[in-house]
């Protein structure tokens, strides 16, 4: 994977200021990444239960 020069200097200002909690630029790429990915948010039901909401939300009169 290829970066630019000028945001790898800017990871390494925030690996500098990071109190050691990061060591390295790949760590915290890392890290950055990882949180990134955790907060995909998950669907809260399947396209199949959608339409299944859907139908009943039909039949009560709420939808057309």
Known sequence: ???SKE???EIQRRVDESGGEFKTVEE???FV???L???EPEQA???EEG???KERLRRL???Q
């Open 51 to 53: 339409e299944e909401i």
């Open 7 to 9: 945001l790898v200097d």
């Open 1 to 3: 994977m290829n970066i």
């Open 37 to 39: 990915l955790k907060d």
């Open 61 to 63: 009169g709420y939808i």
């Open 28 to 30: 915290h790429v890392e």
């Open 45 to 47: 039901y399947t396209p």
């Open 33 to 35: 990444l990882t949180e």
